[in-house]
């Protein structure tokens, strides 16, 4: 049980489009999701914290605006990157807390690897 | 703002060599976590320790949390081909995962 799954796996676009990313909770219902970046040979970097049915927390210095995220369903969050540049090239993943568990423990999706053109 | 310093970042070793892994802070974390990442894959959880003092074992893997939970360590024995990968260990704080910047391993046969 507690499968992440993340749609789609890779992704390329060109400068300028929008681009969004499906973070499913398969077998649980998940009142929080997170979305992380990772950038070659680093670490992930939490983004937001996702909560259903209300406005996603963003961490210091990423841009609400450029990254909207809802989180609409206890199990389903998407991430849209909005006109995505290259530097916006990187692997995004998401988390997400199970309800009923009792505990904090997040389970992470396989990632989706975002190239911009 | 809460920090994870994970040591040493890279590390390349023979097969049946030992190693050890250390993510330091200065914050004390409810929890921490190891997990251990492939390329182009998400995190796999190994191991979540939450008491001070607390010695988890995971077959070759050891993990140890800090006494005053602000540290933690993993030591692989013996170590194999198999084991090459990204460890990453992550403190539990307010909710919040804050990830160490990742040790990447590889062990040569």
């Known amino acids: 049980g507690a499968v992440v799954s993340q749609h789609p796996s890779r992704v390329i676009c060109k400068s300028g489009t929008s681009v969004k990313i499906e973070c499913r909770s398969l077998d649980f219902q998940a009142t929080t999701m997170f979305w992380y970046r990772q950038f070659p040979k680093q670490s992930l970097m939490l983004m937001a914290t996702s909560n259903e049915g209300s406005k996603a927390t963003y961490e210091q210095g990423v841009e609400k605006d450029k990254f909207l995220i809802n989180h609409a369903s206890l199990t389903l969050s998407t991430l849209t990157v909005t006109s995505a540049h290259p530097e916006d090239s990187s692997f995004y993943i998401c988390s997400a807390q199970a309800r009923d568990r009792g505990n904090n423990e997040q389970f992470f999706g396989p990632g989706t690897r975002l190239t911009v053109l | 703002t809460q920090l994870l310093e994970q040591s040493p970042q890279f590390l390349s070793i023979q097969e049946g060599e030992n190693l050890t892994v250390y993510c330091n802070s200065s914050?004390?974390?409810?929890?921490l976590q190891w997990y251990r990442q492939e390329p182009g894959e998400g995190p796999v959880l190994l191991v979540t320790?939450?008491?001070?003092?607390e010695v988890k074992k995971l077959k070759r893997l050891t993990f140890q949390f800090g006494d005053a939970r602000k540290d933690s360590s993993l030591h692989i024995t013996a170590a194999q081909p198999g084991d090459t990968g990204l460890y990453l260990c992550?403190?539990?704080?307010?909710?919040?995962?804050?990830f160490g910047q990742g040790t990447t391993l590889q062990v040569k046969p």
């Open positions: 914050s004390v974390f409810s929890s």
């Open positions: 992550a403190g539990e704080a307010s909710g919040k995962l804050i």
């Open positions: 320790v939450v008491t001070g003092g």
